[in-house]
């Protein structure tokens, strides 16, 4: 009896955990578009005050580019194509006649335009620029010093302009250095052949079954076609669905698209299939899993030591200021596993059941950002640290104790940060899977 009320409880808490997804998109459907998401900042919760004396004096930060146009041309061209030859054939409903409409409208307007900055996503790092500034106005007050590096990527070049041009605006006496070399790609866009091929590895044995398991078109399928039964014998449904998904998502990275809405081609079920989809495709690419041998996140081992090294620095300056890093969610995601925060260091082999312990769409919406906020407090020498998650306060690993949540004394933080990198397991794969 014992064991079956154990049995029942455990189910009852992963169902309501399983929930939680699914009320996340009841609420707002468009964070199921995961990668693709709109930085949510319409409704941030308020920051804890710092403990008294205390005040913010240096951020060390890494955040990813804006929103943006797609990067692959067959996300914009695949559906055009097939809903074309469906109209060809007479195939297509009135409402399928409307998706292919407005399918040609959004391709031509991504004509050389692919993974550029969209409009949206400058305007999201000109917020982040104004809340940073209003929020820490120590820390970018008088002669601060701000040293910005972008990856060699332009849309992430213009997220960086974008940004440290609010802050100097907000304060002309600040000095502000921009870079982006391919110097500094070590750490900032690291390519690491390892976790390469690990990822490769895993992917290419799982992404079938995963997309069997995920992707159904039933739905899409009726609402698009007259003869679903043609449909399924002449088309790539389960392609066409994919492709119309991530078109329909990124709809909100565009002004003139805004308004546009293709969620009727998808049920909340749908939507939850297809973001298991990419969540578990993601926890390949970024996660601790053993299937991966526990490696992949420290593909990011040298973005952590110099988020360490550039705080040393800062901290035996004195000065205040900022270094600001703008590149990628593929780096976000692995950088937040590898720290730790708010439990996203989960590994498990059963990534067919992520829904409820890993969820990647909380991290990395465009212009996702880790912020890390320092202070000091006259007379001691006792470091404080809060660390931010896309501007809301995060939580490190239990093992980093604290009296003072949501801030960590620093002594903590750097100790427990040299110990995960200490750990970095020992991984040798034959050259050939490698590259």
Same mark, same amino acid.
């Given at each position: 009896?014992?064991?079956?009320?154990?049995?029942?409880?455990?189910?009852?808490?992963?169902?309501?955990? +399983?929930?939680?997804?699914?009320?996340?998109?009841?609420?707002?459907?468009?964070?199921?578009?995961?990668?693709?998401?709109?930085?949510?900042?319409?409704?941030?919760? =308020?920051?804890?005050?710092?403990?008294?004396?205390?005040?913010?004096?240096?951020?060390?930060?890494?955040?990813?580019?804006?929103?943006?146009?797609?990067?692959?041309?067959?996300?914009?061209?695949?559906?055009?194509?097939?809903?074309?030859?469906?109209?060809?054939?007479?195939?297509?409903?009135?409402?399928?006649?409307?998706?292919?409409?407005?399918?040609?409208?959004?391709?031509?307007?991504?004509?050389?335009?692919?993974?550029?900055?969209?409009?949206?996503?400058?305007?999201?790092?000109?917020?982040?620029?104004?809340?940073?500034?209003?929020?820490?106005?120590?820390?970018?007050?008088?002669?601060?010093?701000?040293?910005?590096?972008?990856?060699?990527?332009?849309?992430?070049?213009?997220?960086?302009?974008?940004?440290?041009?609010?802050?100097?605006?907000?304060?002309?006496?600040?000095?502000?250095?921009?870079?982006?070399?391919?110097?500094?790609?070590?750490?900032?866009?690291?390519?690491?052949?390892?976790?390469?091929?690990?990822?490769?590895?895993?992917?290419?044995?799982?992404?079938?079954?995963?997309?069997?398991?995920?992707?159904?078109?039933?739905?899409?399928?009726?609402?698009?076609?007259?003869?679903?039964?043609?449909?399924?014998?002449?088309?790539?449904?389960?392609?066409?669905?994919?492709?119309?998904?991530?078109?329909?998502?990124?709809?909100?990275?565009?002004?003139?698209?805004?308004?546009?809405?293709?969620?009727?081609?998808?049920?909340?079920?749908?939507?939850?299939?297809?973001?298991?989809?990419?969540?578990?495709?993601?926890?390949?690419?970024?996660?601790?899993?053993?299937?991966?041998?526990?490696?992949?996140?420290?593909?990011?081992?040298?973005?952590?030591?110099?988020?360490?090294?550039?705080?040393?620095?800062?901290?035996?300056?004195?000065?205040?200021?900022?270094?600001?890093?703008?590149?990628?969610?593929?780096?976000?995601?692995?950088?937040?596993?590898?720290?730790?925060?708010?439990?996203?260091?989960?590994?498990?082999?059963?990534?067919?059941?992520?829904?409820? =312990?890993?969820? +990647?769409?909380?991290?990395?919406?465009?212009?996702?950002?880790?912020?890390?906020?320092?202070?000091?407090?006259?007379? +001691?020498?006792?470091?404080?640290?809060?660390?931010?998650?896309?501007?809301?306060?995060?939580?490190?690993?239990?093992?980093?104790?604290?009296?003072?949540?949501?801030?960590?004394?620093?002594?903590?933080? =750097?100790?427990?940060?040299?110990?995960?990198?200490?750990?970095?397991?020992?991984?040798?794969?034959?050259?050939?899977?490698?590259?």
């Amino acid at each position: 009896m014992k064991k079956l009320l154990l049995l029942i409880s455990v189910i009852a808490i992963a169902l309501a955990a +399983s929930a939680g997804t699914r009320d996340d998109f009841k609420a707002g459907i468009k964070a199921s578009a995961n990668n693709l998401q709109a930085y949510p900042d319409s409704i941030l919760p =308020r920051l804890t005050p710092a403990p008294a004396g205390y005040k913010p004096f240096y951020i060390d930060h890494y955040g990813r580019h804006g929103s943006r146009w797609l990067i692959n041309p067959k996300q914009y061209a695949m559906p055009v194509e097939q809903l074309a030859k469906a109209d060809s054939a007479g195939k297509l409903t009135p409402r399928g006649r409307e998706v292919l409409a407005m399918l040609r409208t959004v391709k031509d307007a991504s004509h050389k335009r692919l993974g550029e900055l969209s409009d949206v996503g400058a305007e999201q790092h000109q917020r982040i620029a104004r809340r940073m500034y209003a929020n820490f106005p120590e820390v970018f007050a008088g002669q601060a010093t701000v040293d910005a590096k972008s990856t060699i990527v332009i849309r992430c070049i213009l997220s960086m302009l974008n940004e440290v041009e609010v802050l100097k605006s907000l304060n002309p006496a600040m000095h502000i250095t921009t870079d982006a070399s391919e110097h500094d790609m070590y750490y900032m866009n690291y390519t690491d052949d390892t976790a390469n091929g690990l990822r490769r590895a895993l992917l290419k044995q799982r992404r079938d079954s995963v997309k069997r398991a995920y992707v159904h078109p039933a739905h899409m399928l009726s609402v698009l076609f007259t003869d679903t039964a043609w449909a399924s014998r002449n088309l790539d449904c389960k392609d066409l669905m994919i492709n119309l998904w991530d078109v329909n998502g990124n709809m909100q990275s565009h002004h003139q698209f805004e308004k546009v809405d293709l969620y009727d081609l998808f049920t909340l079920d749908d939507a939850m299939g297809m973001w298991n989809y990419n969540n578990i495709s993601w926890y390949a690419l970024a996660g601790f899993t053993p299937l991966t041998r526990n490696y992949v996140p420290y593909m990011e081992s040298n973005l952590l030591r110099d988020f360490i090294g550039k705080a040393d620095t800062a901290l035996a300056s004195g000065r205040n200021g900022a270094h600001l890093r703008f590149g990628h969610e593929s780096v976000v995601l692995p950088l937040v596993c590898l720290m730790g925060l708010n439990g996203m260091n989960y590994s498990s082999a059963d990534i067919d059941h992520l829904t409820d =312990r890993w969820q +990647s769409y909380k991290v990395f919406p465009m212009a996702c950002n880790v912020q890390w906020v320092f202070y000091r407090k006259p007379g +001691s020498n006792d470091i404080l640290v809060k660390i931010l998650l896309n501007e809301r306060e995060a939580r490190l690993p239990a093992q980093v104790a604290t009296d003072c949540a949501p801030y960590y004394h620093w002594r903590d933080v =750097r100790r427990y940060m040299l110990g995960v990198l200490a750990a970095k397991p020992h991984v040798t794969l034959p050259a050939a899977e490698a590259k």
